[in-house]
């Protein structure tokens, strides 16, 4: 199935403690079961990843709406950071029943943002 | 080169799929023996990988299945009343010798990895990795591309243990010079 | 401890008559006479615990917590002892903390014996942490800044947190840890601690 996921802030930047807010779209044709939006920092790099859900948004009548605005409220920490052998990754994510065994849910579509005061990510200043 | 773009990243190398023996036909091995069986294989060799295909094609069985770790005692002490689920024990060497026995004698369903085969079950399967193996890994990485002398070099380096391998070339690629190091 | 990192509870401080704030020791490793007589000095005890409780003939279940008692009790002991000969290495204190980014605090270290103090290194530093869970769990660290703090004995040294610095963070497997670093050769004994501070979000 193929969902989108836009954000009213076109360059996808956002302060700690603001707003994220957009539109998911979906094909309810295809849609399965359920759908959720989340919102979510995530590790990458050489330790274990983690990730952790910080507000979901069910979406209801999946089969029926093609749309649904959205908006989450940032936590204060942590910041979008970019080191050598840790990032931190935010995005919204759209999650939905698993094709796979062994596995309830699979993401179908993200939307990755960058969250820091400075509107750029910590650790790396090239970008 | 930031955590989050380097090809040997945790979470890549955690995806990578089992190599070797069928995996359909180990599976399949396992339901002719009643769902009980050893994986053996030093460390980094692709057993845990393995434990976890095998799962998804016993559940694909119709079979309850749940996987734990060495370490999850509450888990393992469930283990010994629910006799209704296929228990894939991960680590299984690393549990005290009185409760493995137990685990092993009492369990009508369980399969583990271990590294040394006298462990009271069935041999399933033995892993073993080779610079071929790892070749053919690093391809599915799409990291730096290294000559089968890198390769050999590391794979000697690394003692056959993947897992290390690809910390070391995460280092590397960390700071961008995994073919000078591996030059000298 | 949440994913912030800004639970200071867990670096547990105290604030000194004089208003500075005394930062408890993280982490740290000593070589030389005062561990090996700690560990020896411990062994000997308990050993000493075993043979008599065996001569004694007493129940295992006494016996097992006798034990484990004599265990704390030798290992407090002993500590205590080699701290009084060795003396108890390095203390770091600030002026403030936590600190938030974009904003100075002043470093004092001290020693309880500083003429045994042959070679000292005071590194304020700040580094990435990756935990990977395994079999075992290996901890990697990657420092992003290290700067060495000298005269930081002889008196308060000033440090700037950057102010696009990444603020303390903690979550189950990563962490951003700000710390000052102590290392010290000396009477016979290496010695390295670590002094977690927490940089909080700079102020807008």
Known sequence: MTAAITLRNSDNRVKPNGRVEGVVSWDPARAPAWLELRLVWHTEGKGTREVMVVGRVPLTDVRVANQRTFSFTLPAMPYTYHGRILSIMWSVDLFGPSRRLLQREEQLATQPIVVSPTLQPFGDRRE | MRAHENPFRLSRVDSLRFRGEQVPALAATLRLRGYRGAVVGPEGSGKSTLLREIAEHLEHDGQRVRIVRFDDLAALVTALVDRGAVWLIDGAERIPLPLRAVLTASLRSVVITTHTPATGLPLLVRCATTPALLTDLLGDLHGPTLSAAEVERLFDASRGNLRLAFRFLYDMSAQDFVGAFLAR | ?204
């Open chain 3, 1 to 204: 401890m949440g994913p912030s990192g800004l639970d200071s509870g867990s670096i547990i401080h105290r604030v000194q008559d004089d208003g500075r704030t005394k930062l408890r020791r993280g982490s740290g490793k000593s070589t030389g006479p005062a561990s090996c007589a700690s560990f020896g000095g411990t062994v000997l005890i308990v050993v000493s615990a075993v043979a008599v409780l065996g001569a004694l003939n007493v129940n295992p279940l006494a016996g097992f917590v006798v034990l484990a008692v004599t265990l704390v009790f030798a290992a407090k002991s002993m500590s205590a002892l080699t701290e009084l000969l060795w003396g108890a290495g390095p203390g770091v204190s600030v002026s403030r903390h936590p600190v938030p980014a974009g904003e100075r605090f002043n470093v004092r270290c001290t020693f309880s014996r500083p003429r045994n103090v042959q070679e000292l290194k005071v590194v304020w530093q700040g580094r990435e942490e990756a935990i990977l869970r395994g079999y075992d769990d290996t901890t990697f660290a990657e420092p992003f800044l290290r700067q060495e703090l000298v005269d930081a004995i002889r008196g308060d040294v000033s440090i700037e947190i950057p102010r696009d610095a990444m603020p303390s963070f903690s979550g189950k497997h990563a962490r951003i840890i700000w710390s000052i670093s102590v290392e010290t050769t000396g009477g016979g004994i290496s010695m390295q601690a670590d002094f977690p501070i927490i940089v909080l979000p700079g102020r807008s």
